[in-house]
T-cell receptor, first 117, second 112 residues
Framework: DAGVTQSPTHLIKTRGQQVTLRCSPK?????VSWYQQALGQGPQFIFQ???????QRGNFPDRFSGHQFPNYSSELNVNALLLGDSALYLC????????????????FGAGSRLTVL | KQEVTQIPAALSVPEGENLVLNCSFT??????LQWFRQDPGKGLTSLLL?????REQTSGRLNASLDKSSGRSTLYIAASQPGDSATYLC???????????FGRGTSLIVHP
């Protein structure tokens, strides 16, 4: 049973560039959430996708956008990169039914480490 | 807005000790609370999830308790081992939300 897979694992960009990160959820999961984790901090919620729509969004600017595909995989796009966007980007998948019962265990991928120079 | 605080921020203990990691949250109207483990530079691994109707969950040497009324959760690690060295994160959603808010974690080092 494949878990959550993310790509790429590491990447380096320069200020002003754009980046796309990809995530494939755990088999059977239908919801994907993205988190940003700066060094020494807990993960911060960016947004969540379900049924190919953004369902909830955290306190992140419009430079952060996403997409969910019919096979439940997802992309995170960040435009006009800033130095402060350097972080570990984590994707987590879950099942909508789990939310309704309070048993929504999040399964995380290994993350994509973005460095902005 | 949910705020999650974890104490202590860092902990270094000899192998074999029993440990208590603390998590407090400001909004007690939560559906559940989840504990995660994170190894350096890696993703998060779910350890235990406690639903709002439960008071504790156990998995092997780990036991997590939840007291919603006081806004606290405790992760108890029995007979610690060097392989337990990692950062432990607590996450609780805001009232009415399914989106968890994370604490900054407790960095644990267990030395032989």
């Amino acid at each position: 049973d494949a878990g959550v897979t993310q790509s790429p694992t590491h990447l380096i960009k320069t200020r002003g560039q754009q980046v796309t990160l990809r995530c494939s959820p755990k088999s059977g999961h239908d919801t994907v959430s993205w988190y940003q984790q700066a060094l020494g901090q807990g993960p911060q919620f960016i947004f969540q996708y379900y049924e190919e729509e953004e369902r909830q969004r955290g306190n992140f600017p419009d430079r952060f956008s996403g997409h969910q595909f019919p096979n439940y995989s997802s992309e995170l796009n960040v435009n006009a990169l800033l130095l402060g966007d350097s972080a570990l980007y984590l994707c987590a998948s879950s099942l909508v039914g789990g939310r309704l019962s309070g048993a929504n265990v999040l399964t995380f991928g290994a993350g994509s480490r973005l460095t902005v120079l | 807005k949910q705020e999650v605080t974890q104490i202590p921020a860092a902990l270094s203990v000899p192998e074999g000790e029993n440990l208590v990691l603390n998590c407090s949250f400001t909004d007690s109207a939560i559906y559940n609370l989840q504990w995660f483990r994170q190894d350096p530079g890696k993703g998060l691994t779910s350890l235990l999830l406690i639903q709002s109707s439960q008071r504790e969950q156990t998995s092997g040497r780990l036991n997590a308790s939840l007291d919603k009324s006081s806004g606290r959760s405790t992760l108890y690690i029995a007979a610690s081992q060097p392989g337990d060295s990692a950062t432990y994160l607590c996450a609780a959603p805001s009232g009415g939300s399914y989106i968890p808010t994370f604490g900054r974690g407790t960095s644990l080092i267990v030395h032989p």
